[in-house]
T-cell receptor, first 113, second 113 residues
């Protein structure tokens, strides 16, 4: 299996622009997690999907952030409008049925100027 | 707010020595504990999990759990320069959010040749 796939790997944008991050989970996995990692706050869970349904979005920082999972093979995390404080590495992870073994994608390094 | 605490390091050990990484957690009901390794610029990779009090060994790695003290540790025997990475402790939440892992900020380990 190719593992969790994320795109783009790097994104540099200007404040106010819309940013869309993409994730393809491992085939057969039914749980998907979006995380954000910064030096200050470490790895934080943003949103959790189970069977394509958002279960917990309490980690989404504010209304500028939104996430969708239209099918079992694809998820997006959108930031609109982006701000410099959104600069971080965003990881997508997937697992089967439980979070015990989460497989992380390579991450997207986002820089907002 | 469930918390996981780790010494940020850096922890520096000579090649061949035992590296000891420690983690404490606040959620007394937690039942599952994980160690992830993260190389610089890469994504977290699961290396060990432990559910029961005591020790669990896997090759050069030993995870130790003491639920009464709310303490988890990871020992790396015969440390190699390739073990140099940040080690993240993660704890599965108890109760209604038991799909969620709370991560520590990680301990940076450097193994010197």
């Amino acid at each position: 299996d190719a593992g969790v796939i994320q795109s783009p790997r790097h994104e540099v944008t200007e404040m106010g622009q819309e940013v869309t991050l993409r994730c393809k989970p491992i085939s057969g996995h039914n749980s998907l997690f979006w995380y954000r990692q910064t030096m200050m706050r470490g790895l934080e869970l943003l949103i959790y999907f189970n069977n394509n349904v958002p279960i917990d979005d309490s980690g989404m920082p504010e209304d500028r952030f939104s996430a969708k999972m239209p099918n079992a093979s694809f998820s997006t995390l959108k930031i609109q409008p982006s701000e410099p404080r959104d600069s971080a590495v965003y990881f997508c992870a997937s697992s089967y049925s439980s979070p015990d073994t989460q497989y992380f994608g390579p991450g997207t390094r986002l820089t907002v100027l | 707010q469930k918390e996981v605490e780790q010494n940020s390091g850096p922890l520096s050990v000579p090649e061949g020595a035992i590296a000891s990484l420690n983690c404490t957690y606040s959620d007394r009901g937690s039942q599952s504990f994980f160690w992830y390794r993260q190389y610089s610029g890469k994504s977290p990779e699961l290396i060990m999990f432990i559910y029961s009090n005591g020790d669990k060994e896997d090759g050069r790695f030993t995870a130790q759990l003491n639920k009464a003290s709310q303490y988890v540790s990871l020992l790396i025997r015969d440390s190699q320069p390739s073990d140099s990475a940040t080690y993240l402790c993660a704890v599965k939440n108890s109760g209604g959010s038991n799909y969620k892992l709370t991560f520590g900020k990680g301990t940076l380990l450097t193994v010197n040749p």
